[in-house]
């Protein structure tokens, strides 16, 4: 053997005693025949309970585990049955896992029992290694899980609860905005046939009698013919609110098509330049998706520049949904103003007299048709914004759910527009 290598028995006592594992050898009768000091130093610490009292030498470890009683008893009995599964070589080792209580502190070991033989003799090892740091840290976690499981459970049942709530909620207030769209139908309706004979006798009176009143009455008169075209066009815009209040009913869509039946509707002055890109189908309501292009085109012509009015639409696919960009070249608006005219009843421009006897509307409008697209891209799952400054026109941005496209027998354009 060369110099430098020395033979293993010289270190097997030592390696022996150095383990920091509890081992006991047993021979072919359990009796226990040798310990390392691992096991002594146990068997002082744990004196007096158990098969390593006073180390155990010369006991017999089955007769000594199929004894024990009380919680340890499972395992005694599970390590028994290993050695003897050893010993009569149906096994090639065994493992089990205990708790165990020293000095008042709770402990976890691992028991390994492997065998082999020696001068024609069996023998078995028995080895209680400590596991206790890991043990603690495998309760730990399992706590944590545990713990972590209940509150996503008890989140979850919060959830599940949340969601019947909202649906709750949700179906109250569709039946509620079904009950105020109808109210809102009915008043309107009823509310036309006054402000339509109101509107005819002044109309009359001014044909018939304007020369012979005076100046303030003249004057009067002219209120009165104005205020009758605001309150006709509010009517009107009352009405288009309870149509876009309720969810719409989706479906595939011709937006190039309904673009194009939009458009025939409007005075477009002879100088105006109008461009629409190839648009593929969307998912929506055709009434609302009408109102929505109405309302757009209006505010584009009412609110044109000097110059010849430009108007395009472009569309980007954004995955599920389409991004549209409705620009025009008029007097645009002021950034400061970008988000207010999405409010409902809210006006930026003054109203432009509309000259005596005049039944129009006044330019500025009520301040709806902006919040009525607002809502109606909102109910499409959709978004609406603008970007613009004041002088050099304005772009609308919206996006709508994407469709398979439609045939063209079933173009939109056949519908008759939605009133202004």
């Known amino acids: 053997m060369p110099r430098h290598l020395v033979s293993p028995e010289r270190f097997a006592l030592a390696a022996y005693d150095a383990l920091s594992a509890n081992i006991a050898i047993l021979n072919d009768q359990s009796i226990i025949v040798a310990v390392n000091r691992a096991w002594d130093d146990f068997a002082q610490e744990f004196a007096g309970a158990g098969p390593t009292a006073n180390n155990g030498l010369g006991s017999n470890y089955l007769a000594i585990s199929e004894a024990t009683t009380g919680d340890d008893r499972p395992y005694a009995l599970e390590t028994a049955a290993g050695i003897r599964d050893l010993l009569a070589g149906t096994r090639k080792v065994a493992e089990i896992e205990y708790p165990c209580k020293v000095a008042n502190e709770q402990r976890y070991y691992m028991a390994r029992v492997t065998a082999f033989d020696q001068d024609g003799e069996r023998f078995v090892v028995v080895a209680h290694e400590d596991i206790t740091r890991r043990k603690r840290a495998e309760l730990a976690l399992e706590s944590l899980n545990r713990e972590l499981e209940e509150r996503i459970e008890a989140r979850t049942r919060e959830l599940e609860e949340a969601g019947r709530v909202a649906e709750r909620h949700n179906a109250e207030l569709e039946e509620s905005n079904r009950n105020l769209s109808q109210f809102a139908s009915v008043a309107a309706h009823d509310l036309q046939e006054p402000l339509r004979l109101i ?142 005219v999405f409010v409902m009843f809210q006006r ?61 027998e079933t173009a939109v354009q056949q519908s008759a527009p939605v009133s202004d």
């Open 199 to 340: 509107g005819a006798y002044a109309d009359l009176l001014r044909h018939r009698s304007f020369d012979r009143l005076d100046t303030r009455s003249q004057t009067h008169l002219g209120h009165l013919l104005d205020q009758v075209g605001r309150a006709r066009q509010l009517v009107r815009d009352v009405l288009t609110l309870s149509r876009v209040a309720l969810r719409p009913t989706l479906q595939p869509v011709n937006l190039r098509a309904l673009w194009e039946a939009c458009i025939a509707t409007f005075p477009w002055p002879d100088d105006t330049r109008l461009e629409c890109a190839d648009l593929p189908p969307v998912l929506g309501d055709v009434a609302q998706l009408r109102q929505l292009l109405l309302n757009l085109l209006g505010n584009a012509l009412k609110f044109r520049s000097a110059r010849p009015l430009e108007l395009s639409l472009r569309v980007e696919s954004q995955g599920p949904q389409l991004h549209f960009q409705l620009t025009d070249n008029g007097i645009g608006i002021a950034p400061q103003h970008h988000e207010k």
């Open 348 to 408: 930026l421009h003054s109203r432009t007299p509309s000259g005596l006897g005049s039944s129009e509307a006044p330019t500025g409008g009520n301040g709806v048709g902006l919040a009525v697209c607002k809502m109606v891209v909102e109910r499409h799952g959709g978004r609406l914004w603008l970007t613009s400054a004041e002088g050099q026109g304005t772009t609308f941005h919206f996006t709508l759910p994407a469709a398979p496209p439609v045939n063209d």
